[in-house]
């Protein structure tokens, strides 16, 4: 594993905490919803941009990424 995958699933890992604090739920359900919908995609193939953001940011850019996918798929 190259030092630039380690940094991004670390990135992911911890998109994934906060936004289990953040919506009050577990990390496999995070997960689940994040595979679901792309999220966890969206994160590592965007991680050059998005793990410069504070995490406020991140959790209003993927509330607004599954607000969405989810019009997308109505």
Avoid: P
């Avoid at 998109?15 to 919803?33: F, P, W």
């Avoid at 679901?36 to 953001?53: A, E, K, R, S």
Wanted: aromatic share 14%; charged share 25%; proline share 0%.
């Amino acid at each position: 594993m190259t030092k630039r995958d380690t940094d991004i699933a670390y990135f992911l890992s911890f998109c994934i905490e906060q936004y289990k604090r953040h919506i009050s739920t577990s990390g496999s359900d995070v997960m689940a919803l994040f595979v679901q919908y792309g999220v966890d995609q969206y994160l590592v193939d965007n991680f050059d941009i998005l793990h410069t953001q504070s995490y406020q940011w991140l959790m209003e850019e993927i509330d607004e990424f599954i607000k969405r996918a989810k019009e997308e798929n109505v």
